[in-house]
């Protein structure tokens, strides 16, 4: 082993402890689960993603705005992970600035990294935070971060490139603590739209969605919440109402809409009706006995704003080789 990764692998220990902000129903989490991290406390402050997330990964989860938990609270950690909320970064927000106060959260973040300074840090968000204040947002989050003691890359990575059978293209900021001394190596795509050099192709919705039993027939309940929106399709070209093609990758899946059920949902290409809340988390790779607590559209949303579980688990992969974690 080289004496970088000496060092690194006893920085990280034998089984990294994570910390994750802004957990949501647990899809960036559940990939560093399944890459054999231990995460050790998570916060959000959505009653309905904090049930989900107890009842699947585990109760380490604290319901609570986290600008109000006190920094002695939050444990200590080889790695902080999170994607703290998009709503003001978003390029479906046709009015972004860069004082939207939505777009401050971050600074939760970044108090917490300070704070309890990690080895690593790795923070999730949507492509627009790229383009916002004509690149002053982005600028400014990584220079706080390069101020906190971390060498920072970010990188626009496609879910599709990982065996994701979703179009859904996130930034991924990465950051190495200066005393480690060593950048972040991205993950290698798996997949390819053309499968150039030899990788495997896109994953398609009719494949992904082939285990799933119909909704409306005699073994709907094989699957945890197997249900769908009645809300009307008309195929008018905006979001949520154009034609998908069964054989791609399904377009991004959206948290968009309200608690009376205007939630935008992705049409299912093989019915005549939108797509069950279980189709939609398979589209986020979820796995099919991931149950998702409240109602219909506080599910439909959990999976809107979760990150697919297969892009956090090439993440974690990196952040492990990083780790040198033993397997």
């Not at 706080?144 to 970010?154: I, T």
Request: glycine share 10%; net charge neutral.
């Amino acid at each position: 082993m080289s004496q970088r990764g000496d060092i690194i692998s006893k920085a990280c220990g034998k089984r990294p402890r994570v910390v994750s902000l802004f957990s949501g129903a647990g899809g960036l989490d559940l990939g560093f689960v399944q890459m054999g991290f231990n995460i050790v406390w998570a916060n959000d402050i959505d009653e309905s993603a904090v049930a989900t997330y107890r009842e699947n990964i585990g109760d380490h989860i604290l319901l609570g705005d986290v600008s109000k938990v006190p920094i002695e609270e939050i444990p200590e950690c080889d790695v902080l992970i999170g994607g703290f909320p998009c709503q003001g970064f978003s390029e479906a927000n046709t009015s972004r600035r860069l004082d939207d106060e939505r777009n401050q959260l971050y600074q939760q973040y970044l108090r917490v990294l300070s704070a309890k300074h990690p080895k690593v840090f790795i923070a999730e968000n949507v492509r627009g935070i790229l383009t916002i204040g004509g690149g002053a947002a982005i600028s400014q989050i990584v220079s706080d971060f390069e101020d906190a003691g971390y060498q920072v890359e970010y990188r626009l990575l496609n879910a599709a490139d990982y065996g994701v059978p979703q179009v859904r293209r996130r930034v991924i900021i990465a950051g190495v603590r200066k005393d480690i001394s060593e950048g972040f190596s991205y993950p290698v795509p798996t997949n390819d739209r053309d499968q150039r050099e030899g990788l495997a192709p896109w994953v398609s919705i009719r494949d992904a969605l082939a285990p799933i039993p119909d909704p409306d027939g005699p073994n709907s309940d094989l699957v945890p919440n197997n249900t769908y929106s009645k809300y009307k399709m008309v195929m008018n070209g905006y979001l949520g109402k154009r034609p998908l093609d069964p054989d791609k990758p399904a377009p991004t899946v959206t948290a968009r809409g309200d608690r009376r059920g205007g939630v935008v949902v992705l049409p299912n290409p093989l019915r005549e009706r939108r797509m069950t809340v279980r189709e939609l988390a398979t589209i986020q790779d979820f796995p099919l006995d991931y149950h998702f607590c409240g109602t219909q559209t506080d599910c439909y949303r959990q999976i809107g704003n979760a990150v697919p579980v297969g892009l956090s688990r090439a993440i974690a992969s990196s952040v492990k080789d990083l780790c040198r974690e033993v397997a």
